[in-house]
Structures are given as C-alpha cells and as structure tokens.
C-alpha cells in the first residue's frame, strides 16, 4: 500500500506562482511514473503533467505547456508541480497520482494509476 498526501494549494492572484508538492510514503517504489490531474466544479477531471520513473522525462497537457513544471527527488519520495502564470482557468482541486511505468504511453489515464491522494485546491481570481 502507498499513500500519497498533497500539500501547497492556496489562493492566488492571476498571474500568481505556487508549488504543490506530494509526498508519498507505505511500500514505495522507484519505478512508479507520477502524474498531477486536477478536477474543477462540474468537469472531468483532466491529465495536467506526468514524468517518469527516474524524472528524466516529462509530458504535460497543452493548456500548462510553458507556464507548469513537474519535477521529483526520488530520494524524498516527493513529486512537484511549479505552476506558474495562473490563470483563473487554472482553478481546481489538483491530484498526485501513481503507476508502475510502462511507458508514456499511459501517463494520461485516469485509469492507470493505482494511488490517488486527497487533492489540494488551486483558486486563481481575476
């Protein structure tokens, strides 16, 4: 079992920087690809970024292309996302999740992932 605990959300101004951090603990291992998702009211939840196993890869979703970075140190066991110039659009309860990696080509399935933490809200005002 692992579990994965979120931590960073806030309330910020458009234009505004945060970093939102996970931390996972339980029987952790290394060859596990990340993945943030966020969900906002009265939407699908949605893929944000994701990166591999040993972080030399990243992927991310068009709409944070540019402004999101997800980073890990494998040896904290803690995966993050700078997320810069937000947007009101930005708004939602933000996700950690996990999977065994078998590659990029899963990263944006909701489905893939065996551990969710409980989310962190994002709230971006105009």
């Known amino acids: 079992q692992v579990q994965l605990v979120e931590s960073g959300g806030g309330l910020v101004q458009a234009g505004g920087s945060l970093r939102l951090s996970c931390a996972a603990s339980?029987?952790?291992?290394?060859?596990?690809?990340m993945g943030w998702f966020r969900q906002a009211p009265g939407k699908e939840r949605e893929f944000v970024a994701a990166i591999n196993w040993s972080g030399g890869s990243t992927y991310y979703a068009d709409s944070v292309k540019g402004r999101f970075t997800i980073s890990r140190d494998n040896a904290k066991n803690t995966v993050y996302l700078q997320m810069n110039s937000l947007k009101p659009e930005d708004t939602a309860v933000y996700s950690c999740?996990?999977?065994?990696?078998?590659?990029?080509?899963?990263?944006?399935?909701?489905?893939?992932?065996?551990?969710w933490g409980q989310g962190t809200q994002v709230t971006v005002s105009s």
């Open positions: 339980g029987r952790t291992s290394r060859r596990y690809a």
């Open positions: 999740a996990g999977q065994p990696d078998r590659g990029r080509q899963y990263y944006t399935a909701t489905r893939r992932y065996d551990y």
